[in-house]
C-alpha cells in the first residue's frame, strides 16, 4: 500500500527509480526486522518512508556530489532522523509533498523514451505495486521475461538522464498523453485480455481504474485525465455482467443491467461532468466516455440513444483517425440506420487492409450479414474471425455464432 510513496520519495533523493525501489525494499526489510521486537509504529508509512530517505540520503553521502546533494537531501528528514542506527516515527512529507512525489513517478515511469510494454510493466510494478510474477501472469509472459523489461526500462530511464519532475508546458501534454495511454492499455488488457482463457482479468481494471483516480486527484484540472476516469468507470460499471456461469462473453445486447454497478456509473458522470466543466467534452477520452454514458443511461439495450452515439464516434474519429475507431463507428451507424449502411463502412476498411489481422473486423462484417440475411457468407466471416481470435472465450462465441447459422 505504501510502495508508491516511498518509491516516489526516495526517487526524489537519488534521482533513479531503480535505486529507489531497492531502497524502499531495504526499508521493509528493517521493518521486519526490527518490529516484531519494537513493536510496530503509529504510522508504519512515516516509518518506512523515513527508514528509506535516510538510507537514500546515507547513500548521497558516499557520492562524490555529496555536498550538493546531501544540501537537498537533508531537508528532506527531520535532524533527529538522521540519527545513525535508529529511525523514529516523525510526522511524514506534507500531503502535497507526497502527491507531487507520486506525480513524479508515475510521469517517470511513463515517459515516452520507453516502449509501450516496459513503461506499462514499470507503471504496475513501480506505482501498482504489483509483483513481477502478477504482471508477467497478467499479460500472459515468462516471468524472466517481464523481469527482465522492467530492468531494461529502469536501465534506459537512467541512461538517458531522465528527470524525476513533472514536466510543463507543451512538455507535460505530450507526456500526460503517454500516462493516459499506459492507464487505458491497463485497462483494456483487464477487461477484453488479448488472449489466454479468461475474457476478463478483474485486477488489472482495478489497478488501472485506481491509478485513474489517483491521477485525478493528483491533476484536477486536467479535462483528459477526469475523462479517462470517466471512461475507466462507466466501462467497469459493467463487467459483472460481461460473462456468464462458465466465463463465457455476453454480448451488450444480452447483458443484464440489473448487474451494472450503479455507483460506478454515478462516479463516471461525476467525472465526465468534470471534464466538461474544465473544457474537455471534446477530448478523446472524454468523448469515449459520453459514449459509454449513453449505454449508462440506456435501461434496455433497444432504450439506446444509437443516433447520439453514431455522431459522438463521428467527432471521435474526426479528432483521433483511427481503423478501430471508425469499425465502431460502422456498429452504431447499424443502430441507426442499418446494417447496409454500416456495411460499406465496413467494406471499405477491410479494402484498406489495416484491420487484416483484426478479429472484430470480420467478426462485425458476419453480423451484419446475419442482420442482413445473407447467413452463409456470415458463417464464413464468424469461423475467420475465430481463427485470428486469441483469446479461447471469445474464439468459443465465434464459432458458436459460425455453428448456429450465425
Not at 83 to 102: F, L, N, Q
Not at 233 to 260: C, H, I, K, M, Y
Not at 339 to 364: K, M, N, Q, T, W
Request: hydrophobic content about 45%; charged content about 25%; some cysteine.
Amino acid at each position: 500500500m505504501e510502495s508508491a510513496r516511498i518509491i516516489a520519495g526516495v526517487a526524489r533523493i537519488v534521482r533513479d527509480v531503480g535505486i529507489a525501489e531497492e531502497i524502499a525494499q531495504d526499508a521493509l526489510v528493517a521493518a521486519l526486522e526490527q518490529w516484531p521486537e519494537a513493536g510496530i509504529p503509529d504510522r508504519p508509512g512515516a516509518w518506512l518512508t523515513a527508514t528509506a530517505k535516510h538510507r537514500a540520503i546515507d547513500l548521497v553521502r558516499r557520492r562524490e556530489t555529496y555536498a550538493r546533494k546531501l544540501a537537498e537531501a537533508g531537508r528532506e528528514l527531520p535532524g533527529e532522523a538522521l540519527v545513525s542506527g535508529v529511525v523514529h516515527d516523525p510526522e511524514p512529507s506534507g500531503p502535497g509533498d507526497i502527491d507531487d512525489d507520486v506525480l513524479r513517478l508515475i510521469f517517470t515511469a511513463c515517459h515516452p523514451v520507453l516502449s509501450a510494454e516496459a513503461r506499462t510493466a514499470l507503471t504496475l510494478r513501480l506505482v501498482g505495486g504489483l509483483r513481477t510474477d502478477e504482471i508477467a501472469r497478467a499479460f500472459l509472459v515468462p516471468e524472466p521475461t517481464l523481469a527482465q523489461r522492467i530492468v531494461r526500462a529502469k536501465r534506459t530511464l537512467a541512461k538517458a538522464g531522465v528527470p524525476f519532475e513533472v514536466p510543463y508546458g507543451t512538455d507535460r501534454a505530450a507526456r500526460l498523453g503517454s500516462v493516459l495511454e499506459v492507464i487505458y492499455l491497463i485497462f483494456n488488457e483487464g477487461y477484453a485480455a488479448t488472449a489466454g482463457d479468461d475474457l476478463l482479468r478483474p485486477a488489472l481494471c482495478e489497478d488501472a481504474l485506481r491509478l485513474a483516480r489517483v491521477l485525478a486527484a493528483l491533476m484536477p484540472k486536467e479535462p483528459e485525465v477526469h475523462g479517462l476516469a470517466a471512461l475507466l468507470e462507466f466501462q467497469a460499471s459493467r463487467t459483472a455482467a460481461r460473462t456468464g456461469p462458465d466465463g463465457e462473453p455476453v454480448l451488450l445486447a444480452d447483458q443484464n443491467r440489473r448487474l451494472w454497478n450503479r455507483l460506478l456509473i454515478r462516479r463516471g458522470f461525476a467525472a465526465l461532468e468534470r471534464a466538461v466543466e474544465l473544457g474537455g467534452a471534446a477530448g478523446p477520452y472524454a468523448l469515449q466516455a459520453a459514449i459509454a454514458g449513453c449505454h449508462a443511461r440506456a435501461a434496455t439495450y433497444e432504450d439506446t440513444d444509437w443516433p447520439r452515439i453514431a455522431a459522438l464516434y463521428g467527432l471521435l474519429a474526426a479528432r483521433v483517425p483511427s481503423p478501430v475507431v471508425e469499425l465502431n463507428r460502422a456498429v452504431a451507424v447499424s443502430m441507426a440506420d442499418g446494417p447496409a449502411e454500416a456495411l460499406a463502412i465496413v467494406d471499405a476498411l477491410a479494402a484498406e487492409g489495416a484491420l487484416r489481422d483484426y478479429h472484430l473486423l470480420p467478426s462485425v462484417r458476419g453480423d451484419l450479414l446475419t442482420r442482413l440475411g445473407r447467413t452463409t457468407e456470415a458463417r464464413a466471416e464468424f469461423e475467420r474471425a475465430a481463427g485470428l481470435a486469441r483469446n479461447d472465450k471469445e474464439r468459443e462465441l465465434l464459432l458458436r455464432r459460425a455453428r448456429e447459422g450465425a
